[in-house]
């Protein structure tokens, strides 16, 4: 199958998305949290893969993201960055490890980048942690925006419903979305937000906006690799376009594996020493 990827990079760094945004060019972005998976996106040319503490939900089976560790994110952070050979790779700094000061938020940030290896990371939140952002990028690490839907704070909101539906939670957005691109950030992610002030967000910012349920008008789209690939069959909302149905091919895989080894057929004489 043919795809549409630039080969005029031969690295993605933060410089290229902004040139991606300048010539409407869009941007591909999935999850990534272990090296076979990291190989496989990168290899089809994935522009930004990110580590995301959605490890806790589909990797670890947490309900919520706010369990997973920094130890715990730097490890599969490390496992995904030895993997790729071109695209960028963001990291999310996990629930807990800034959210207390500026200091603790650069000392996560600098693991991540120290130990793991990482291109850059992400942060939920918006005037609440600008301090903290500035401080990480004048530390030389580039930081990704996350507004909307962040689900850190889903004890907060109390659902997973779309976010800024009421003028004044979207004014608060547009808001925080300035602030973050004044304060440096490469890109920002829109998780679960009307299409229209999708639009608005990435037509009156310069930097790069990615969405996730934010509509078709954004400068990119993210996806979690388990739902694209169809390996969550629970789960489905709007905007989740699934590209395969793995779960039922792993499952229908697996039966056979069983029945074969049940029946005595493997392994069979050319399978054998
Ligand atoms: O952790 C994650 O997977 C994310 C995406 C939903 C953007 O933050």
């Known amino acids: 199958?043919?795809?549409?990827?630039?080969?005029?990079?031969?690295?993605?760094?933060?410089?290229?998305?902004?040139?991606?945004?300048?010539?409407?060019?869009?941007?591909?972005?999935?999850?990534?949290?272990?090296?076979?998976?990291a190989t496989i996106f990168d290899d089809a040319g994935i522009d930004i893969l990110l580590v995301g503490d959605s490890a806790s939900n589909v990797m670890s089976g947490h309900e919520t993201?706010?369990?997973?560790?920094?130890?715990?994110?730097?490890?599969?952070?490390?496992?995904?960055?030895?993997?790729?050979?071109?695209?960028?790779?963001?990291?999310d700094l996990p629930f807990g490890s800034y959210q207390g000061n500026s200091k603790e938020a650069l000392n996560s940030a600098i693991r991540i980048m120290k130990e793991a290896g990482a291109h850059s990371i992400k942060m939920e939140g918006g005037e609440e942690i600008i301090e903290s952002v500035k401080r990480i990028i004048s530390a030389g690490v580039p930081v990704m925006g996350h507004l909307g839907l962040t689900p850190q704070s889903i004890y907060k909101f109390g659902t997973y419903n779309v976010r800024a539906k009421e003028e004044a939670e979207a004014n608060a957005l547009i808001k925080n979305a300035h602030l973050l691109q004044d304060a440096g950030c490469f890109a920002i992610v829109l998780e679960k937000i009307p299409a229209e002030l999708g639009k608005r967000v990435a037509?009156?910012?310069?930097?790069?906006?990615?969405?996730?349920?934010?509509?078709?008008?954004?400068?990119?789209?993210?996806?979690?690799?388990?739902?694209?690939?169809?390996?969550?069959?629970?789960?489905?909302?709007?905007?989740?376009?699934?590209?395969?149905?793995?779960?039922?091919?792993?499952?229908?895989?697996?039966?056979?594996?069983?029945?074969?080894?049940?029946?005595?057929?493997?392994?069979?004489?050319?399978?054998?020493?």
Not at 11 to 23: G, V
């Open 203 to 273: 037509s009156e910012l310069k930097i790069p906006i990615i969405g996730i349920g934010a509509g078709m008008h954004v400068d990119g789209q993210v996806l979690v690799m388990h739902d694209m690939l169809g390996i969550n069959k629970e789960f489905s909302p709007r905007f989740l376009r699934r590209y395969l149905n793995l779960y039922e091919q792993i499952l229908d895989a697996t039966k056979q594996y069983i029945t074969d080894i049940k029946s005595n057929d493997f392994p069979n004489e050319s399978e054998q020493y």
């Open 65 to 91: 993201t706010l369990p997973i560790t920094l130890d715990q994110m730097i490890y599969h952070a490390s496992s995904v960055i030895r993997a790729i050979k071109r695209c960028l790779v963001v990291v």
């Open 1 to 37: 199958m043919s795809t549409q990827v630039n080969k005029e990079f031969k690295k993605i760094t933060t410089h290229a998305l902004q040139a991606m945004k300048e010539r409407n060019e869009k941007i591909s972005m999935l999850t990534a949290y272990d090296f076979s998976m």
